[in-house]
């Protein structure tokens, strides 16, 4: 398990390891174009909730404590997603670490 140094505000000067997590549960989330716009931020990281196995599950997570996101992606079946920097369908499983891409239809020109 890591274990993350937090530095205590009542003594600055001293790194103290008062908490401890599981960094490899962490997915990253990266939102691109149109879809950073709408969402307001360019990325997140996010624990591997339990129960989410696939980006399917995963937008539902997203979806039902975001109502932005439910607007912007869970709807919208033209979204691509990419799981490490591959586009997969949504039906793609996840593991701990992966990094994950929501971006809108390219069109070419």
Do not use: W
């Not at 439910?70 to 709807?75: E, F, G, L």
């Not at 919208?76 to 490490?84: E, F, I, R």
């Amino acid at each position: 398990m890591a274990r993350a140094a937090i530095i205590n505000a009542s003594k600055p000067d001293r790194f103290e390891f008062i908490a401890s997590r599981d960094f490899s549960t962490m997915l990253t989330i990266h939102y691109f174009a149109s879809i950073r716009e709408s969402l307001k931020k360019a990325q997140e990281q996010l624990e591997l909730p339990v129960g989410v196995q696939s980006v399917s599950d995963l937008i539902r997570h997203l979806g039902a404590s975001d109502a932005q996101f439910q607007a912007t992606i869970a709807n919208d079946k033209q979204v691509l997603v990419a799981v490490n920097q591959t586009v997969v369908s949504r039906d793609c499983t996840l593991s701990a670490n992966d990094e994950v891409a929501f971006f809108p239809p390219m069109t070419g020109g």
